[in-house]
């Protein structure tokens, strides 16, 4: 993508929208997808994988999606849990117009989109989900989730996709020495080259 990264806040290259098949919640959909934004071909390996957990979701409350792209997670997530408010959260606003038009498309009215500042700040998460943006550096990256997973209500889990070789492990010890005292932090899957990490609010 050149100087442009799908976590720019406004990419600079054309909108020029496109329509791809992919399965939601078991079902095969039609969903828009675009450039500037992360993986607008396809679900990601990664993501894909994640998903493979959904049974593990909330049925109710707030769940949140970190970095939502063209929409997913927080399309299988409200379609998987009806009676729960997905907050589909983006910096990148095209992603963010995207998931919502694909919320619309497929019925989904559970899908809240905005970007991570419009957040109440009260708010708690019954579930997190996310394929995390690992490439914008440690330093950011980290911060991100320091501001989100301590949101999760007590007895609530995240999930999160990672990588092995864009530094899972090492964000799995990390998770585990810089979170709360009541969260834990244990490896649930390895497949293929990534790991499933489930961060719980055990409070």
């Given at each position: 993508?050149?100087?442009?990264?799908?976590?720019?806040?406004?990419?600079?290259?054309?909108?020029?929208?496109?329509?791809?098949?992919?399965?939601?919640?078991?079902?095969?959909?039609?969903?828009?997808?675009?450039?500037?934004?992360?993986?607008?071909?396809?679900?990601?390996?990664?993501?894909?994988?994640?998903?493979?957990?959904?049974?593990?979701?909330?049925?109710?409350?707030?769940?949140?999606?970190?970095?939502?792209?063209?929409?997913?997670?927080?399309l299988a997530l409200a379609?998987?849990?009806?009676?729960?408010?997905?907050?589909?959260?983006?910096?990148?606003?095209?992603?963010?117009?995207?998931?919502?038009?694909?919320?619309?498309?497929?019925?989904?009215?559970?899908i809240k989109t905005c970007?991570?500042?419009?957040?109440?700040?009260?708010?708690?998460?019954?579930?997190?989900?996310?394929?995390?943006?690992?490439?914008?550096?440690?330093?950011?990256?980290?911060?991100?989730?320091?501001?989100?997973?301590p949101k999760l209500a007590?007895?609530?889990?995240?999930?999160?996709?990672?990588?092995?070789?864009?530094?899972?492990?090492?964000?799995?010890?990390?998770?585990?020495?810089?979170?709360?005292?009541?969260?834990?932090?244990?490896?649930?899957?390895?497949?293929?080259?990534?790991?499933?990490?489930?961060?719980?609010?055990?409070?």
């Open positions: 993508m050149s100087s442009e990264h799908y976590f720019s806040e406004t990419p600079g290259s054309t909108f020029k929208p496109k329509n791809i098949q992919v399965e939601i919640n078991g079902s095969l959909v039609s969903v828009t997808t675009s450039g500037g934004i992360f993986s607008p071909d396809h679900i990601d390996q990664g993501t894909g994988i994640l998903l493979n957990h959904l049974d593990e979701a909330p049925p109710s409350g707030n769940i949140l999606d970190i970095g939502c792209g063209w929409g997913p997670v927080a379609s998987h849990s009806p009676k729960a408010t997905i907050w589909a959260i983006d910096v990148n606003e095209r992603s963010l117009e995207l998931t919502a038009a694909n919320a619309a498309k497929l019925g989904l009215t559970n970007k991570p500042e419009d957040v109440p700040d009260d708010l708690v998460f019954s579930g997190i989900w996310s394929n995390p943006p690992i490439r914008v550096g440690k330093e950011v990256l980290h911060e991100i989730l320091l501001k989100w997973l007590d007895g609530a889990e995240g999930y999160l996709v990672v990588q092995k070789n864009l530094g899972a492990d090492s964000l799995h010890r990390w998770l585990e020495d810089s979170l709360p005292q009541d969260f834990s932090t244990i490896r649930v899957e390895t497949a293929k080259s990534f790991r499933i990490l489930r961060v719980k609010n055990r409070g």
